[in-house]
C-alpha cells in the first residue's frame, strides 16, 4: 500500500495549486454570453494531467529480463505530468492550428526518469475557397471508423487498442481536400489527396525503411443516406507497395451502428497480407453504450507460430528472444485475431457525473486477455478524476500471459482551462 501513497499525495497537492476550483466551474457551468458564440481570430485551450501509477510485474515474464537487465523490480511507481496546449488562428482565407503536449515522467526505478515536449499537430489550412481548401503542416488524419482498430491509417501511426483515446502525433504532409458535395445517389462527397515525404528527420520515425520516398494516399468520401463509404489509395514510391481499403459506417436504428474496415498491403519487397475490422456500437434505453469489434490482420503469427516462438525464447534462444521483442516493439497485435469489447454506464443509479466502464481486449488465436476496468468523475465541464485498473490474464506462452505488467494502477486528475 505505501507504494502509491506517495503518487497520490503528490497528485492532490499538486491539483491545490491549479487555478480556480470545482465549485466555481460549477457557479459558470450554465452561464450564457453571446461573445462565447461569435467568431474569434484567435481561440486556445489547455489541460493539466497529472497521473500516479503503480505497477506490478511479472517476472516470470520472458522479455523481463530484457526490459530490466540487471534489475529485479517486482513493482514500480510513477508520477506524471502534462501540459497540452491547443490554438487556433482565424481568418477570412485561411487557419492556423497548433497542438502540441509537454510532459514529465519521474519512476522509482533508477534512470526512468524523463522529459518530452511533442508537438502533435501544426498545420496551415488555405481556406479562400472554403469549403475546398488545402493543407500543408504537421496533421493527424484520422482516417477510419474503427474504435479499438483501424487497418485502413495507412498514413497514421498506429493506435494502441490497449487505450485507443490516447492521443497520437501526426505527421508532416501536405492534403488538398475538394468537396463537390451532393450529387446523383450521393448526399455528400469529398475528394482527399495526401502527399508525405520521408526523409532523413522528416517523418523518418514512421516507418522502418531505411531509404527516402514519397508516399501518395488518396480518400474518396461519399454519403448515402445515413451510411458513410470511405475508399482509400495509397502509393509508396520507394518500396513500390500500393495500399488500399474501404470503410463503412452505418445507422440501423437511432441507438444502433456498425461500421468496419477492410485493407489489403501488397508490396514488392514485402509479402502481401489483408488487415479487415467489423464493429457495432449500441446504445441501449438505460444508457449502457456497447463498443464491439472483431479484428484480423493476416501479417501476425499463428498460435503455432507464437507459441513456439515464446517457447524458443524461454529455452534460452537469442534468435527468438530477439523476433520475440522487435515484434512487440512493431506492433500491439502479436497475433491475427483479436476481439475489443466496452461497456460503459453513464451515471448508474443516478449517480450524477459518475462514468464507469469495462473493457476487453482478448487474443483470440492463444485465449490471452487484457482487461481494463475504468470509473470516470467530472464534476464539472473543466475537471476530471479518473482511476482505473488494468489485469492481464493468460497461460505461459501466450501474448497478455508474458506480459511484463501484470496489473496496473492508474490515479488521474485533470483541469481544462
Known sequence: MKGYLKPVLISVVALCLLPGNAKAANDTLYSFDARDFSKKTWEWKGDILITATSKQLDRKSVLYAVKYPGEEPSQITELESQLTLESRWDWDWSRLIL????MAHRSDLDGADTEESVLTEGYWQFSALDPHNGEIGKRLLRWGKGYAFNPVAFLERVKNPEDPEDSREGLWMVQGIWIPGGFSI????SLNLVYLPIRQDLNDDFVTRPTESEDWGLRLYTLVGTADFDLYIVQKQD??????????????????EVHGEYASIDSDDTASYQAFLLGARYLTENDVTWIMETYHNSSGLTEKESTALFASAHSGSATALRQ????????????????YLKASIKEPFDWLYFTPSMAWLVNLDDSSANMNLQLTYTPASNWLFQTSWQHLAGETHTQYGEGIVQDKIVLEAGYSF
Do not use: I, M
Open 186 to 189: 450521393f448526399d455528400n462527397s
Open 99 to 102: 497542438a502540441g503536449r509537454t
Open 324 to 339: 520475440l521483442v522487435s515484434l512487440t516493439q512493431k506492433s500491439r497485435t502479436l497475433n491475427q485475431n483479436y476481439a
Open 239 to 256: 518500396t513500390h507497395e500500393t495500399d488500399w481499403g474501404f470503410d463503412f459506417a452505418a445507422n440501423v436504428t437511432p441507438s444502433f
